[in-house]
């Protein structure tokens, strides 16, 4: 919704920084499409594949990566729900015992992490440049 509002506002579409009901709506749509499609794998998973967790397991999951959610917003850290839920998921399963979470998979996590920023960035630049041909 903040992207899709600064371009409006940035353009003068809109006069102020108010967000459009029609753009809740489509980030919502595209949010709830994006979960209809994508969704069943990130929850097979967190949910299976890093580890098979158990009904405590994930209350603790949850509450470990909530507490720590809010606290970085409290300390106006920036944080990703995904990394923080990823992490205490791992840390729960390793809990039981060190052999019951699948390194394998949360190293494959891990390192499409490290790879995002950098990935990101080169995007960033290129679009940049791209946008720069035409205007």
């Not at 919704?1 to 009901?21: C, K, N, Q, V």
């Not at 594949?49 to 909530?66: C, R, S, W």
């Not at 992490?87 to 019951?100: E, Y």
Request: proline fraction near 4%.
């Amino acid at each position: 919704m903040g992207i899709i509002a600064l371009i409006l506002f940035s353009t003068g579409m809109i006069p102020e920084l108010d967000i459009p009901l029609w753009v809740i709506f489509a980030a919502a749509a595209a949010m709830g499409l994006g979960t209809f499609f994508g969704g069943y794998k990130v929850i097979k998973t967190l949910g299976v594949k890093i580890t098979k967790l158990k009904p405590y397991q994930g209350f603790a999951a949850e509450t470990g990566g909530g507490i720590m959610l809010a606290a970085f917003a409290v300390l106006g850290i920036p944080a990703s729900t995904t990394h923080a839920i990823t992490g205490t998921i791992m840390g729960s399963g390793a809990a039981r015992r060190k052999r019951a979470v699948r390194w394998k998979v949360s190293r494959q996590i891990i390192f499409s992490w490290i790879i995002t920023i950098p990935g990101a960035a080169g995007l960033g630049i290129g679009f940049t440049y791209l946008i720069h041909l035409f205007v």
